[in-house]
């Protein structure tokens, strides 16, 4: 484990050239950190992971040759401890997800600050996850997607399409009473005050496609 006077090595993966460049000229400024080298795809950033064994890795999702969320799952089949930091053009809570279920320590959009790169370099190679306030949000309110159960998935599909209780009542085949929970329990899980505001995000996050 690092002590506060060690040196931060840093491995950055990315398919842009600017976007490395720009990173590659961060990092070299950025006192107590030093770039262990460069990869322009997944593959590469795998191969310089076992040359380099840096402590930080930053790794783009999507890249040529093998996704950045194979290359994570690579490298963490190499290291168990390795720390790896998604760095991405926020698509989706999906990605957050599915980046933090594969073992990254940390998610980063590219159009984060260098003091917000620094501080989720610093966070992560103390063993600490950095996740920014507005990916972290987007990830608990996944979450709580993923709790919806399929019952409770089928009345929200009902009512993003504006029917009242009642109608929702007649078809699902319930008591309007049995409704009114669950539409307090969907509006509680996803973190909305009304109906209007829960179709919103139901349609936002692709809910209805299965309805």
């Excluded at 063993?127 to 159960?149: D, I, N, Y």
Aim: glycine content about 6%; aromatic content about 4%.
């Amino acid at each position: 484990m690092n002590t506060p006077d060690d040196t931060i090595s840093v491995l950055i993966a990315d398919d842009h050239p600017l976007i490395l460049a720009g990173l590659a000229a961060l990092i070299a400024a950025m006192p107590g950190i030093t770039l262990a080298g460069q990869a322009d795809n997944g593959a590469r950033a795998v191969e310089l992971y076992r040359q380099h064994r840096p402590q930080v890795t930053i790794m783009d999702l999507s890249m040529p040759v093998m996704h950045g969320l194979d290359a994570i799952s690579q490298i963490l089949a190499f290291d168990a401890d390795a720390r790896i930091v998604i760095l991405t053009t926020y698509q989706g809570d999906e990605d957050v997800h599915r980046g933090m279920r594969a073992g990254a320590r940390g998610y980063l959009l590219k159009d984060s600050s260098p003091e917000q790169l620094v501080a989720c370099i610093h966070a992560v190679a103390r063993g600490s996850k950095f996740l920014p306030p507005e990916v972290a949000s987007k990830l608990a309110a996944h979450t709580a997607v993923a709790r919806l159960s399929p019952r409770e998935l089928q009345i929200l599909a009902h009512l993003a399409t504006g029917k009242s209780n009642k109608m929702i009542a007649r078809s699902a085949a319930i008591e309007v009473g049995t409704v009114k929970f669950h539409v307090n329990n969907i509006l509680a899980k996803l973190n909305v005050g009304s109906r209007t505001e829960a179709a919103t995000v139901a349609s936002r996050r692709g809910l209805l496609s299965a309805f």
